[in-house]
């Protein structure tokens, strides 16, 4: 009995913390309509500010507490809604999600930068040099005690705001209907403001709270508070008092999960993935959160690529290959020959997350789960293992896909990245497992697998140039693949159902068939560049795949331009090859070169089309000038024959790689008005409008209608004579 | 002194041009009616003219003064008030906090529930009631007291009549006509051109984005047939 009241005290005082941290995310999201999964990140650092002002600087208690819960917390909150989010309006799901995955991502590196990770940071709880109280049969320490009280007081004094203070109906008001609400004279941008500044302080008073517990780790604190997620979506992300219902539940489950769950090597994993899980199961009981029948008009728009467009980047991805493999060092190879498998990986988000609309934040996982496929079936270089990584990591995509057919938007993200989080805080770890001792499950080893070299032939490709070359061959066919899927009927059924789902599903589209059929074929693509990457790591550790990873490929390849293949290379060049370059080449910027991904995804809400739509449209004359494009190509064979020959050194030939392209940019912009003009003939079908706006910008012809038969899929009918 | 007067109006939803051209006043105490068939623009209209919706060309004068680009919550602390289409309520608040929210232009609370509630009484019985699971016509008069509450001087009235029975309709309207007496300005958007006609002063016709037509109520009954059928 009296271990039971107290593990319900422990389970009653996080319950305390996720409900107070849930309320704000609730809060901001009701008002502004943006999930913020940086909001733990704010928690996170206001955690750590607490520290220093009270620990370093040796401020009083109260000081420390008013300056960050009332000062610093709400101003910073003022900061992001008026900076970053009030920009967002009218953009997608992807879009929102992305700028504030960017935002985690850029707090955590911000932490680490001042607070240099490693270092044991105490943080005592509140009072926690006196004397816990005595309740008879157990007793609750100060910092329990005041943690509940907190709660309690937030949960009234939310209330008392929210249904008493004019500015508070006027929150509840904006979620009802934002445009009448300024027709009543309100201001919603001071709504909006106040919203996240209380949320911001919400999730500061959390940090706080809750830091003491698992202590002062900037990633690990930030995505603890998956927790309070999973409190939030209990309330469906709106009511209140249902969020709190959910904490309690929530945090009672992982008190007793504590005090009860045996003591076991497989189980210790269990316990620390137990919040992703309840998020998980949460999402998967509660009712459906109704189908996104509401057309969200974007800003983004994606060209279909043409054929040759196509064959072009995959034959400029081979020889760019080639030519690094033949003029880097082993050690530079090894560095930047992640580049293509992670690639691949990469580009498996292009069919899911850029046609489908489908968010996944666990590509990684899966490539996780093609790796540890590679380390074991492909023992001693069986090429046979990569067909097997890419059948498992489907098959596991199809089964993650299943669950999450009913969900979309943020709830598919959220439930993703609980996936994520199940895998590589629990299984990931597990010891090996003797499934009735018939066969051992043996994941990850306990530790790290060491991975073959593919064998071939009695060859074995065991070199980084030679493995570097495979994986860019690699990455070049999956991206002619997903070329091929887009121009397909596949890719047509992939794009109407991201446009809308309740208009397919009335057009007779099987979307449980569409959804599982991309989920299984994304999970296979991640899964195959997963194996490669494997093999040229050699060794291979779960800290590879990571939540983290996954959420900063996913941002990256969303401001490369996730509705195309450019977009994947974009964001495995950025993260595996120009940051170490510049870590190479300004050894002093490794401090702060962590902000940069983040930084980046943060400016996204500018351009949502992604930057290499941009470098494409730069590059158009060019592509269309083709007597400059030749003259390129030779002057680029040029200097790495120069290079080959050992006349030039690696620094000139990047130089001369960079120039080249731009000199000729300028060129052909000289030649430009014959140039463009010949390309407007050819390519017709990109420069032409939007299906959906012709006969609004220009007159519908027969070859319009007959295209929109085929997009509709209506070939078979009578529509013509109905005409 | 016109109370709202419209110059050179065209509006677009991206690039789908709604309105064009428009020229409308509503002079001092004077009761406009806009009439036009489904989808004409007249809802479109009276956003632009209340600020919820830029227009691509074109000057809005409230009181003689210039307003593009002020923003609706300050048209509406000018004296301007929107009675939008459909319910312009807001459903998950109760009735109490749906008049506290009318006071954000200025009036007392006590102010707007004594003056909701001489008109309509049956909100003081439903003060406690969540607004959206008001009856229709409830729900319409909630939106209504809106424009009698905060005591504007110009109101734009979309569509008071939508999805309710005839004899809340009318009593609806003989509600402006008593508004109209006390010299609000209003601008009145209905598709069912017999009740309004009654109350207004001048009424001018909408068919797809232009003003077909304007002028006293007796001179447009025989156009207005016309507009409806698409003659
Ligand atoms: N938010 C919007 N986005 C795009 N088009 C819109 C939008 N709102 C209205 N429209 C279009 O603008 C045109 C005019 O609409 P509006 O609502 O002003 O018409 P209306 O005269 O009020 O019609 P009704 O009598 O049916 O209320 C319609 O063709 C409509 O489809
Ligand atoms: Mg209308």
Redesign the pocket.
């Known amino acids: 009995m009296d271990k039971f009241l107290t593990f319900t005290i422990v389970g009653l005082t996080l319950a305390a913390i996720y409900a107070i941290i849930a309320s704000g995310l609730v809060l901001t999201y009701t008002t502004t309509g943006i999930f913020n999964f940086a909001h733990g990140a704010a928690g996170m650092l206001a955690a750590f500010t607490y520290w220093q002002f009270r620990f370093v600087w040796g401020w009083p208690t109260p000081l420390a507490l008013v300056v960050v819960l009332l000062v610093l917390g709400p101003l910073f909150g003022v900061l992001l809604e008026t900076v970053i989010m009030r920009g967002l309006e009218g953009t997608t799901d992807t879009v929102k999600l992305v700028v504030s995955i960017s935002l985690l991502l850029f707090m955590i590196a911000l932490a680490q930068l001042i607070w240099a990770p490693g270092i044991s940071r105490p943080l005592p709880g509140f009072l926690a040099g006196n004397k816990p109280i005595n309740l008879g049969a157990t007793t609750i320490t100060w910092h329990q005690a005041i943690t509940i009280g907190v709660a309690i007081a937030v949960a009234i004094g939310l209330r008392l705001v929210l249904t008493r203070a004019r500015i508070g109906i006027a929150m509840r008001a904006a979620v009802d209907d934002r445009s009448l609400t300024t027709l009543n004279g309100a201001k919603p941008n001071l709504v909006s403001m106040l919203a996240w500044a209380m949320g911001t302080s919400l999730a500061a008073l959390g940090g706080i709270l809750i830091a003491p517990g698992p202590g002062l780790e900037a990633a690990s604190l930030s995505l603890l508070i998956v927790s309070a997620y999973a409190a939030a979506v209990f309330g469906r992300l709106r009511s209140l008092p249902l969020t709190f219902l959910g904490a309690i539940v929530i945090g009672l489950v992982e008190g007793y999960l504590a005090g009860y769950l045996p003591q076991n090597q497989y189980l210790t994993g269990m316990r620390i993935a137990s919040p992703a899980i309840i998020l998980f199961i949460v999402l998967l009981v509660l009712p459906n959160p109704r189908l996104r029948g509401r057309m969200t008009r974007s800003r983004e728009y994606f060209p279909t690529p043409t054929l040759a467009g196509a064959i072009g980047f995959a034959i400029t991805v081979v020889i760019g290959a080639v030519m690094l493999a033949t003029t880097l060092s082993d050690p530079d190879l090894i560095t930047y020959g992640r580049v293509f498998p992670i690639g691949i990986v990469a580009l498996s988000l292009v069919p899911l997350v850029g046609f489908a609309g489908q968010i996944s934040l666990c590509q990684l996982s899966f490539a996780g789960i093609g790796a540890i496929v590679m380390a074991h079936l492909g023992a001693g270089g069986d090429p046979i293992a990569l067909v097997w990584a890419v059948l498992i990591a489907a098959a596991v995509g199809a089964v993650v896909a299943l669950p999450a057919l009913r969900l979309s938007g943020i709830y598919l993200a959220l439930g993703t990245a609980a996936f994520a989080v199940i895998l590589d805080r629990w299984l990931f770890n597990l010891p090996v497992l003797s499934v009735f001792g018939l066969f051992d499950i043996n994941l990850f080893a306990n530790g790290s697998v060491s991975v073959d070299a593919i064998e071939l032939f009695g060859r074995s490709f065991d070199d980084p140039g030679t493995q570097m070359i495979i994986s860019a061959v690699t990455f070049a066919l999956v991206a002619l693949l997903v070329i091929w899927i887009r121009r397909g009927r596949l890719g047509r059924r992939l794009l109407a159902m991201k446009d809308s789902e309740a208009a397919c599903a009335t057009l007779g589209l099987n979307l449980i068939w569409t959804k599982l059929s991309v989920f299984a074929l994304s999970a296979g693509i991640a899964g195959l560049g997963g194996a490669l990457y494997a093999t040229q790591l050699t060794s291979i550790q779960p800290g590879n795949f990571e939540l983290v990873q996954s959420l900063q490929l996913f941002a990256i390849t969303v401001v490369g331009g996730i509705g195309a293949v450019g977009g994947a290379l974009f964001a495995a060049l950025s993260l595996y090859a120009f940051l170490p370059l510049l870590v190479t080449l300004w050894p002093s910027s490794v401090r702060w070169v962590g902000l940069l991904p983040g930084g980046a995804g943060i400016g996204l809400g500018r351009n949502p089309n992604g930057a290499v739509h941009d470098v494409r449209e730069g590059f158009l004359p060019l592509l269309a000038a083709r007597a400059v494009l030749a003259a390129m190509c030779v002057a680029v064979a040029g200097a790495y024959v120069l290079r080959l020959t050992n006349v030039i050194d690696n620094w000139a030939f990047v130089v001369l790689l960079i120039l080249f392209p731009v000199i000729a940019t300028i060129a052909a912009g000289l030649s430009k008005p014959r140039a463009v003009e010949a390309a407007a003939g050819n390519d017709e079908e990109i420069r032409d409008v939007p299906l959906e706006w012709r006969g609004i910008d220009r007159p519908w012809t027969k070859a319009d209608l007959e295209q929109l038969d085929r997009y509709l899929g209506l070939k078979e009918m009578e529509l013509h004579d109905v005409r | 002194m016109n109370s709202l007067e419209l110059r050179g109006i065209s509006a677009a939803?991206?690039r789908?041009d709604?309105l064009f051209d428009i020229d409308l006043v509503v002079p001092e105490g004077n009761v406009v009616a806009l009439l036009?068939?489904?989808?004409?623009?007249?809802?479109?209209?009276l956003r632009v003219a209340a600020g919820l919706h830029g227009p691509a060309s074109g000057d809005v004068l409230v009181a003689g003064r210039r307003v593009n680009g002020v923003p609706p919550e300050e048209l509406a602390r000018r004296g301007m008030c929107l009675i939008p289409?459909g319910r312009g309520i807001f459903p998950n608040l109760t009735v109490r906090e749906n008049l506290r929210m009318m006071t954000f232009t200025g009036t007392k609370l006590s102010d707007v529930e004594e003056r909701s509630f001489i008109r309509f009484p049956r909100l003081k019985e439903r003060i406690g009631q969540t607004a959206g699971t008001l009856s229709g016509g409830e729900q319409q008069m909630l939106a209504m007291a809106r424009g009698l509450a905060t005591d504007p001087a110009l109101l734009l009235l979309d569509?008071l009549s939508m999805g309710l029975a005839p004899i809340i309709v009318e009593e609806l309207y003989e509600i402006v006509a008593q508004v109209a007496r006390e010299g609000v300005s209003i601008l009145v958007?209905e598709?069912f051109a017999s009740t309004v006609l009654g109350v207004a002063d001048y009424a001018a016709i909408?068919v797809q984005g232009r003003i077909v037509r304007a002028g006293q109520p007796h001179e447009l009954a025989e156009d207005l047939s016309k507009a409806y059928l698409g003659a």
Do not use: C, F, R
């Not at chain 2, 036009?36 to 209209?45: D, E, M, R």
């Open positions: 939803y991206d789908i709604v036009g068939p489904n989808g004409a623009g007249k809802s479109t209209l289409e569509e958007v598709q909408l």
